[in-house]
């Protein structure tokens, strides 16, 4: 009718339950709908592993056509959502449910769909988040930097389509690389750098992210440092990582 749809529920529900509508009312035909899933991940915390959807970037991905997009934080997801209305074609956004720092200036932050950002500069690991990982990567920066490791951080919130330009840059100027994800590590941003990387440029990739088991009932900071999501973990594996 010439408006835009825009469609919200639970990432398990928006792209668990009606995946198969997703594929083919709107990815195959290509209609301009666009896709807000909340509380994505394992911060859903007490709802437990039947809420906790940790394949909604792997199943989206694969759905051609389709933008696949996680906020770092309510900044970038306002203008994310302003960017997906813009962009004619089906999107689908993940926001998370526990709050995050915000690190974006309202008022000259401009987003773009495809273009990650560079949060800090380094030269000795680059590690590549988004979503609520991207505050906990910010911090194990800090954490680097006093065991003197200087590592890069860049905010991949567009899955798909990948700024293959930018991962390509750190590979070649840190030659390694850490990706962290609130996702299994099956099918998602850091299978999504690993395919790029393995064909045009292969460097070393350390996935940090949940492995390939269902998440379970606990309060969200609990889980997130239980299934390895936190700094220390992630300044943990880059500094073995670099130093390797």
């Known amino acids: 009718m010439g408006y835009t749809a825009f469609a919200s529920s639970f990432a398990m529900f928006a792209a668990g339950r009606a995946y ?15 896709i807000g899933a909340s509380h994505g991940g394992i911060s859903v915390g007490e709802d437990g592993a039947s809420h906790q959807c940790l394949e909604d970037f ?32 089906p999107v689908y956004m993940r926001f ?13 932050f401009v987003f773009e ?6 949060m800090r500069d380094g030269s ?8 609520l990982l991207v505050a906990e990567a910010v911090e194990a920066a800090e ?5 003197g490791i200087s590592a890069r951080i860049i905010n991949m919130a567009t899955i798909k389509p990948l700024d293959g330009e930018l991962v390509l840059k750190a590979a070649a100027e840190c030659g390694k690389i850490v990706t962290c994800e609130e996702h299994s590590t099956v099918g998602g941003l850091g299978e999504a750098v690993c395919s790029l990387l393995s064909e045009q440029r292969p460097t070393p990739v350390r ?38």
């Open 20 to 34: 198969e509508q997703v594929r083919n009312s709107v990815g195959y035909t290509g209609l301009n709908v666009k």
């Open 58 to 89: 792997a199943l989206m991905r694969a759905i051609p056509g389709m933008v696949v997009m996680s906020p770092a934080d309510a900044v970038e997801a306002k203008a994310m959502v302003k960017a997906a209305y813009e962009h004619q074609g």
């Open 96 to 108: 998370g449910r526990s709050p995050v720092p915000v690190f974006h200036d309202p008022d000259t």
């Open 113 to 118: 769909i495809g273009r990650g950002e560079v």
């Open 124 to 131: 000795d690991v680059a590690i590549i988040a988004n979503g």
């Open 143 to 147: 954490l680097l930097a006093n065991r």
């Open 207 to 244: 996935r940090i992210g949940i492995n390939d088991v269902f998440g379970h009932s606990g309060p969200a900071g609990e889980l997130l440092r239980e299934f390895g999501l936190c700094a220390d973990h992630i300044a943990d594996v880059a500094e073995a990582f670099a130093k390797g």
